[in-house]
Every structure is written in C-alpha cells, then in structure tokens.
C-alpha cells in the first residue's frame, strides 16, 4: 500500500508541474493522467482510475490524430477497468473501438491487433460466451505466430489465456495441456525465478484442484510459493494469491484448519499490501467465509460473507456477478440456519442480478435455481 502512494504523490506531482508549464491539452499531460489512473487500478479504486484514464483520453482526442496508436492503448486500458468492474458491454465498446484503432493505425499483423482480439476474448469468456472467446483467441494466436518467435513470452500469456477459457468451461484436460505449454516457453524465454513462471505453476495447480487431483495441485502451487518467494517482496500481493489457493486446496481436502491458517495469512498481506476497499479483501473474507461454512460455523461464516460484501459493494457495479454470489453466499448460510425467509430474499437479489449480467445459459443461473429449490 505504501508504494502505491508514493507513486500516486509523485505522479501527481509530476502533474501539478506539467500544468502550469504546458498547453491544456499537451500529450504529456495526458501522460500524467494514465499514469495516476494506472495506480488507482492496481489499487482496486476502480472509478478513480477509470476518471482519470477518462481524461487522458479526452486531451489525447484533441493533441493527437484520431487514429494514433495512444489512443487505442487509452481506449484499451478503460475496456480494462470496465472488465475488472463487470461492466461486461462498456468493456466490450472500449475494446472494440481500441481494435478498430489499431487496425488503421498498425500492420495487419501487429502483436497489439493480437493483444486486442485476446482482451476482448476474455471479456467473452468472462460472460460465459466460450465459443466466442475461443474464437477471437484463435484469431490473436494466428496474428502471434506470424508476429513473434516461437518462444515469445507473448505466446505464453497467448496459452494461459486460452487455458483460462478451457479452465471455466470444464474442459480441464484441454485446460492443463495450454498451461504446460504456455510454462514450457516461459521456462524458455524467462528466468528461473521470474514471477511468470510462478503464475504458470499457480495456474497448473488450480487445474489439478478442479480435477480433485489434489497433490498434485500442492505440489504446483507450493512451488508457484517458492518463486513468488524469492521474486517479490514478503507482502506482495501475489503471495497473498499463493496462500488463498493453498488455503482453498485444504478446504477442498476437509482439512479445516490448515485453510483457515492459510487464508489468514493470505488476508495479513492483503491487508498491508491493498485499500481496505480492495476486491481482494472481499476474497479473503469470501473465501474465510466458505470454510467456515463448511465446518457448520454459521455465524462466523455469516460475518465474514457479510464483510466480503460490504467491500464489494463499495468497489464493484451494482450488477457485478460477484454481488449476486455474495448474496446466493449469504443466502444458503441463512437457509443452513433455517432463516428462510432471510434466505429466499436474498437468492432472489442474487438471482435478479445474474439474469442482468450474464448471458441466460449460464451456468451461475442454473446455481440460482437450484438453491432456490433446495
């Protein structure tokens, strides 16, 4: 958290200077103001970050051409955001408009038209529409053959992202050849330690969890902890993320306390690495929430989803799918207790927002009404 605020100081600094001594509308100052919306988003103060990136949008449409390349990386960087928020159609339009930017502005074959075809793919895959993801994903790899070498680090995110798709839909054998392959070139392009490789192991092993292949995914992400470790500072987020999985993995195991003692340590970091409106923190407490649940400490479980989603509710929109699983949470703790009332409320709440925000044959819909008839 310190870190983030001794950038925001200094860019903000940088700002006041650069106003005074340049144009209203000088590229610069547009500079100024993605740099400040950047900290904001790693943050997690997504509307913050999404008005500044909003302004250094609005000067570079007056200092630049209107197909330069700075402004698709400006539309692109507010498709992101909208994206973390769930504002799944916003991200869609920003996205969209950055690729048609680029398709002016760039050579057919340009790594960036490849980075745009896989942003908007992920935000497909975010809104459950796989085949559409999977599709544009395999326009972006075609664009990444002819563009990069073989063992670009570029193709490796290129495999983890389709890995990711593959992941969401079950399709986990198909997931787990995409993630080996995207560790092989990293293993080949990168260091041993760099935190991409860690990623990779994190990612392998959250495979392995879903399969119920359970030391193998220990194995994984306990060696993703190993280099995240030596890589990153001792609160780094990314750490933070190391333990949460391991903490869910022994919950996937019944083994209780050694996941609580885990994601405890996972919200410590949190808690001096991010805001304290931070979606992460709405994790952690999500994810300490779940395990007591599932050794029947209702009212423990009660609190903590209820502090998950207070944090949600600050930083995420109104419609996110988070809320409604916040809510669906919420509501099967309630039915567990026999509040029904209290529980059918607030499945209803979470049901109205899923029907907003996802596409009608998603499987988070069917979770709906299946706790409904529960």
């Known amino acids: 958290m310190g870190e983030y605020s001794k950038a925001l100081s200094s860019y903000e600094r940088s700002l006041e200077i650069r106003k005074i001594a340049l144009p209203p509308n000088h590229p610069s100052l547009a500079n100024s103001y993605n740099n400040i919306a950047s900290v904001y988003d790693n943050m997690g103060e997504y509307s913050k970050a999404l008005s500044s990136y909003e302004r250094s949008l609005e000067i570079s449409k007056v200092a630049l051409p209107p197909n330069h390349p700075s402004l698709a990386s400006s539309y692109n960087n507010i498709a992101s955001v909208y994206d973390k928020m769930g504002e799944y159609s916003k991200a869609l339009s920003s996205y969209e408009r950055s690729l048609e930017i680029s398709k002016v502005a760039l050579p057919p074959n340009h790594p960036d038209l490849a980075n745009s075809y896989n942003n908007i793919a992920m935000v497909y895959g975010n809104m459950g529409e796989y085949s559409k993801a999977l599709s544009l994903l395999e326009r972006s790899l075609e664009i990444f053959k002819v563009a990069l070498l073989p063992n670009h680090p570029g193709l490796a995110t290129f495999y983890n992202n389709i890995a990711t798709v593959y992941d969401n839909m079950g399709e986990y054998l198909k997931a787990l050849s995409s993630y080996e392959r995207s560790l092989e070139i990293r293993k080949i392009a990168l260091p041993s330690n760099h935190p991409d490789l860690a990623t990779s192991y994190n990612n392998i092993g959250g495979v392995y969890d879903n399969m119920g292949e359970y030391s193998k995914a220990l194995s994984s992400y306990e060696k993703s902890l190993e280099i995240r470790k030596i890589a990153l500072p001792p609160n780094h987020p990314d750490l933070a993320n190391s333990y949460n999985n391991i903490g869910m993995l022994y919950s996937h195991m019944g083994e209780y306390l050694k996941a609580l003692s885990s994601l405890e340590r996972s919200l410590e970091i949190r808690k001096i690495a991010l805001p304290p409106n931070h979606p992460s923190l709405a994790s952690s407490y999500n994810d300490i929430a779940m ?73 988070d819909l069917a979770n709906s009404y299946n706790n409904f008839a529960t």
Do not use: F, Q, W
């Open 291 to 363: 395990v007591y649940n599932n050794m029947g400490e209702y009212s423990k479980a009660l609190s903590s989803y209820k502090r998950s989603l207070d944090i949600a509710k600050v930083t995420l929109s109104p419609n996110h799918p988070s809320l409604a699983s916040s809510y669906n949470n919420i509501g099967m703790v309630y039915s567990h207790m026999g509040e029904y009332s209290k529980a059918l409320s607030l499945l209803e709440r979470s049901l109205e927002i899923r029907k907003i925000a996802l596409p009608p044959n998603h499987p």
